[in-house]
């Protein structure tokens, strides 16, 4: 019986049907800067300038089939893991400057439901609920069958 | 039935009346509606109904306009799918239904302030042109600016349902004029029914954008234009925060005027 962080839980899903079929061109990225990892980017790097910026754990891509051309297209990206990442006093100063400096238009989270994942949204929240400009914020938690459990406003 | 789906939802009641009790039924109250000029294939879409709902409804009006015929139901195209439950609005939708909240206030305290209401008095007088300076500042220039000069121009202004609320402001638009020359010549029954007809209106006003055009309207904004309006309106509240804060400080010594003399009324 595994009594210990249901985010580290060993799960195996080999035995699952495929869900849909595989692309039959080649999907396209939709990324459209690099870095994008939250201690490499600058917060006021031209690509997040009065953006719709979204910050996601950084299993979400791994786990949303269609992450490209849902979740990411049109928007500036930063990745982070609220439970492994040191340094994370970092980031809240980055989210502020994005949305301080940067001006961004939008924030959107991602994060997985796994409950250290929670850690970037309060982080954000937190952030943002600091910053003396204010701007939406959307959240989304995803599982780890690649379904979209909850999306909401903040 | 392709030519009664674009055509507005008030000629179709007044050609088939039977079709205005089934729209009640599903909560679309477009019979009592001040303007009726929304066509009934947006008046489908922007309630939101589920597939099945939908289907069920839009049979029981073929079947009204043609009782003699089968008629092949169309399916109304919607641009987003049809989302079930409790409304969550996005941070600008929000800002606007608290602006109502506020304006509700007002619009329940009217009935009280009608009562005894002699203009002759000063102090009437006085209390009548508050609540017509509340009215022409906060809920127009203030919000209802916000939804015309920003929110409405989101979208194609020639939609039936965006051009049935901008008549609705413009109705009530008229009946602050009439209060206002009712004030003139001192005519407490003619300030009586505008101020009453405005309460009525703007009721069903709040009522039709709360629970049918903002949630469409988020249904249809994409992420970017939710953040272009929610920078708008903090530039429109930064532009009114006075005027907001001091309306807001005009209700609540009205809501303290009124409910003492409902005590007093009731010792």
């Not at chain 1, 080649?26 to 690099?34: D, E, I, V, Y």
């Not at chain 2, 039935?1 to 079709?19: Q, V």
Request: with cysteine; hydrophobic share 40%.
């Amino acid at each position: 019986m595994f009594n210990g962080c249901p985010g580290s839980k060993t799960a195996d899903y080999r035995t699952k049907e495929p869900q849909g079929d595989a692309p039959a061109t080649k999907a396209a990225s939709q990324l459209r800067q690099w870095p994008i990892q939250l201690h490499l980017v600058s917060p006021v790097a031209p690509y997040y300038e009065g953006a719709d910026v979204l910050l996601t754990a950084d299993c979400v891509a791994y786990a949303l089939g269609n992450f490209h051309a849902d979740c990411l297209k049109g928007k500036s990206l930063a990745i982070a893991c609220p439970k492994l990442d040191s340094g994370q006093e970092v980031y809240y100063k980055k989210i502020r400057s994005w949305i301080e400096d940067a001006k961004i238009n939008t924030l959107t989270i991602m994060i997985m439901q796994v409950p250290c994942c929670s850690g970037l949204l309060r982080l954000a929240e937190k952030a943002a609920g600091d910053a003396d400009r204010k701007i939406p914020i959307k959240y989304s938690v995803v599982d780890v069958h690649g379904e979209i459990l909850k999306e909401e406003w903040l | 039935m392709e030519h009664y789906l674009n055509k507005g939802i008030k000629d179709i009641i007044l050609e088939f009346p039977e079709t205005g009790s089934i729209l009640n039924e599903y909560n679309i109250s477009c019979v009592s509606c001040n303007v009726g000029t929304c066509l009934l294939k947006d008046v489908v879409e922007v309630h939101n109904l589920p597939f099945e709902e939908e289907q069920a409804l839009m049979l029981r009006i073929a079947k009204v306009i043609y009782p003699d015929r089968q008629v092949k139901v169309p399916r109304v195209e919607r641009k987003v799918p049809a989302v079930a439950g409790e409304i969550k609005y996005s941070p600008p939708m929000r800002s606007l239904v608290d602006e109502h909240s506020v304006i509700k206030r007002v619009l329940a305290l009217i009935p009280g302030i009608l009562e005894d209401l002699n203009v002759s008095r000063e102090d009437d007088k006085k209390l009548v042109l508050d609540v017509i300076d509340f009215i022409r500042t906060y809920a127009d220039r203030y919000h209802h600016a916000k939804e015309e000069d920003i929110l409405f121009k989101a979208f194609d202004e020639d939609l039936e349902i965006v051009k049935s609320m901008h008549e609705e402001h413009r109705i009530g638009r008229g009946h602050v004029q009439a209060v206002l020359a009712a004030l003139e010549t001192g005519d407490n029954r003619s300030i009586r029914k505008h101020l009453t007809a405005y309460r009525q209106l703007l009721t069903g006003h709040i009522k039709k954008e709360d629970e049918i055009l903002y949630p469409w309207m988020d249904r249809n904004l994409s992420l970017s234009q939710v953040g272009e309006l929610f920078a708008r309106f903090a530039e429109t509240d930064k532009k009114f925060s006075d005027t907001a804060s001091r309306q807001k400080e005009f209700i609540r010594s009205l809501e303290e005027k009124f409910a003492c003399e409902e005590v007093t009324a009731n010792v």
